[in-house]
Each structure stands twice: as C-alpha cells, then as structure tokens.
C-alpha cells in the first residue's frame, strides 16, 4: 500500500493493490484521488498498476478532483468502478460543480474548486452502511458529510477513515452537510474497533483506534 499526498489541502490518496493480475498487469483500489491526476496516473503506471475500483470516503471536492483524469488514462480494459455512499452521490455527475461551488465558498475556496474543476464522471456503485466492497466493510459515518463513511479491513487490522477521524483530531462540522451530533455518534462506533486498528485518515499522519480513543472517549 502507497500514500500520496496531493494537492494545496495535502490530500491522502491511498493505493492498495490487489493480488490477482488481469492480462499481466495488477489491479488496484484507489482511495480518494483528491487532486493531481497527473502525479497518480504516473506512479500507477511505474508501478504497472491499473484501478479496477476507486473508492471515496466522502465527496468533498479535495477528495474527488483528480478522478476524471484517472478515469479517462485507463480507457483500456474493464470500466473502473466509483463507489460513493448514497447521500453524498449528488457530489458526482453532471450537476456536481453547484455543489463544490457551494461548499468551498462557505470558507472562501471557490476559486480552488474553479481552478481545478473538470466535469466529474457519475458513481457507478452507491454505498450503503454493512456492505462489503474488496477487502472492507462500509461504515456509514455522518458527521463531517452526510455521507462520509470508513472502509475497515478487519482482516487487515485497518480503516480508512476519510474526514471523520484524524491523528489527534475528527472532522470539521461547519460546512454545509456537517452535523456535529452525527460526528460524535460515528466516533463512538468507531471506538468499538480493536484498539490495534490502524487508521489511514483524510489528510496528516496515520494514527490507531486505541491511539485515538484514548484522546476523545
């Protein structure tokens, strides 16, 4: 598994390849291509990987930017799955800018998103809480978006918690979609994880469930 840090907002972008190979080249599942496209292609490609699946622990803009990029230098092979819950769908598509326009003049970032802006392709799975995708469990965790979510590997002792839960930190609340009282509910579900449960977070260091637990419980 590979981390890259991406974009003005210092985005994680997790790679995780998959064992299997297709036609002599490794799958992998990408986890929120928030921004670079080009830096993402190409370490893909060194690494003789292709994304079979994208996943995003929610839709906020700096989590979803480079996504038409790396959809679009894979047109080989088959279509690349883009899994996103439910709620948070309308951040997709062809009426998604509205919606990042929105959310990031909140805090004064429209021209980021008009910067960076490119039309953003439609989810092709819509996440519900419980359901199993690759490796992970869904978690529906509201709170910094209605649909945030983490997906927990519980083979693999780990979590990819987007915007929810950072080291030494949770997730803002304040911008639109943001519900303090739905954050602090996934945080305490979040808490009944194995303390060993490494957390691979949104944006800053890796942490531990127990790491963190010990901090907000």
Not at 154 to 163: A, N, V
Request: a neutral charge; glycine letters at 14%.
């Amino acid at each position: 598994m590979e981390c890259l840090v991406l974009g003005p907002i210092a985005t994680n972008c997790w790679i995780d390849p998959i064992k299997e190979k297709t036609e002599n080249q490794r799958s992998c599942i990408l986890i929120d291509p928030g921004a670079d496209g080009d830096s993402i292609i190409t370490r893909l490609k060194r690494r003789g990987l292709r994304p079979a699946l994208v996943l995003l622990t929610h839709g906020h803009f700096d989590h979803v930017a480079a996504l038409a990029s790396v959809v679009r230098a894979f047109p080989d092979g088959p279509a690349i799955d883009i899994a996103i819950h439910s709620a948070d769908a309308f951040y997709l598509g062809g009426r998604a800018k509205a919606a990042h326009l929105r959310d990031f003049a909140s805090v004064g970032g429209a021209s980021y998103v008009e910067g960076l802006w490119e039309e953003l392709p439609a989810p092709t799975r819509f996440l519900s809480d419980g359901d199993r995708i690759g490796p992970f469990t869904v978690l529906h965790l509201p709170g910094h978006t209605a649909g945030s979510v983490g997906f927990y590997d519980p083979e693999g002792g780990r979590l990819f918690s987007g915007d929810t839960l950072f080291s030494g930190a949770v997730g803002r609340t304040d911008l639109p979609g943001g519900d303090g009282r739905a954050l602090g509910r996934s945080l305490q579900r979040l808490w009944t994880l194995p303390a060993k449960t490494r957390v691979y977070p949104g944006h800053g260091d890796e942490t531990t469930i127990g790491r963190e637990r010990g901090t907000y419980a």
